[in-house]
């Protein structure tokens, strides 16, 4: 079993993660509010680069492969800050699932093995939607 060693910037980096994602729900749900947007696009990136390091971060955004999301995920942040919101957003959107695509199968799994949530994604219907994406690469 690979053990992940959790010392203090990685947690850190996780709660300016989920922080992130919590701005920009907020920032949706008040109408595309530009400002929660920013803010949690901003802690977002910081807690993943707090989480698996800056050089890994550069990596992972800097790969060609990842280039097209990288590139959708900066142009939608550039048109936030500018007060294009919505637009910004469908920008960010494409590039989050380009970019961390690669991440579904693990997510899968994991769901999977949730007790009471998990009955529900073991079904043969909803497990064959996982295991079409399953095997695919791992961005990281």
Avoid: C
């Amino acid at each position: 079993m690979v053990s992940f060693e959790m010392n203090d910037q990685k947690k850190i980096g996780l709660g300016l993660t989920a922080f992130g994602i919590f701005f920009s729900f907020l920032g949706i749900i008040f109408f595309f509010d530009k400002g929660l947007l920013a803010m949690g696009n901003i802690l977002f990136i910081s807690g993943v680069t707090l989480t698996i390091g800056l050089k890994s971060t550069m990596q992972f955004f800097m790969k060609r492969q990842n280039f097209k999301g990288t590139i959708s995920f900066g142009v939608g942040f550039f048109l936030i800050v500018i007060g294009w919101p919505i637009f910004g957003m469908i920008l960010e959107s494409y590039g989050f699932i380009v970019l961390f695509s690669g991440f579904w199968p693990t997510l899968a799994v994991f769901v999977q093995r949730i007790p009471v949530l998990g009955w529900i994604f073991r079904q043969p219907y909803i497990r064959s939607l996982f295991d079409r994406y399953r095997g695919k690469r791992v961005p990281v």
